[in-house]
C-alpha cells in the first residue's frame, strides 16, 4: 500500500504559479512511477504529467508542456508538480498517483494509488 498526500492548491491569478506537492508513505516509494492528473465538474480524470522511478524521465499532456514541471524527490518521498504561466482553464482539483507499472502511463486506469486531491483555482 501507498498512501498519498497533495498540498500546494489554492487560488492564483492567471500568469501566476503554484506548486503542488505530493507526500507519500507506505511502501518503497521509488518503485513507482508518479503522475498528476486533474478533474473538473462533469468530465474525466485528465492526464496532466507522470515522472519515472528515478525522476530522469517525464511526460506532460500537450495542453501544459513549456507551462508545468513535474519532479521527484525520493530521499523525502514527495513528487511535485511547479505550474507555471496559469490559465483560467487550468483550474481543477489535481490529484497525484503512483503506478507500479513504471513509465510512462497516461491512462488513469493505469495508477494503482491515489491522493485525495488539492483545488486549484485561478482567476482572470
Known amino acids: 500500500q501507498v498512501q498519498l498526500v497533495e498540498s500546494g492548491g489554492g487560488l492564483v491569478q492567471a500568469g501566476g504559479s503554484l506548486r503542488l506537492s505530493c507526500a507519500a508513505s507506505g511502501r518503497a516509494f521509488n518503485a513507482y512511477g508518479m503522475g498528476w492528473f486533474r478533474q473538473t465538474p462533469g468530465k474525466d480524470r485528465e492526464f496532466v504529467a507522470a515522472v519515472s522511478q528515478t525522476g530522469a524521465s517525464t511526460g506532460y499532456a500537450d495542453s501544459v508542456k513549456g507551462r508545468f514541471t513535474i519532479s521527484r524527490d525520493n530521499a523525502k518521498n514527495t513528487a511535485y508538480l511547479q505550474m507555471n504561466s496559469l490559465k483560467p482553464e487550468d483550474a481543477a482539483v489535481y490529484y497525484c498517483?503512483?503506478?507500479?507499472?513504471?513509465?510512462?502511463?497516461?491512462?488513469?486506469?493505469?495508477?494503482?494509488?491515489w491522493g485525495q486531491g488539492t483545488q486549484v483555482a485561478v482567476s482572470s
Open positions: 498517483a503512483a503506478t507500479g507499472r513504471g513509465f510512462y502511463y497516461t491512462a488513469s486506469a493505469d495508477y494503482d494509488y
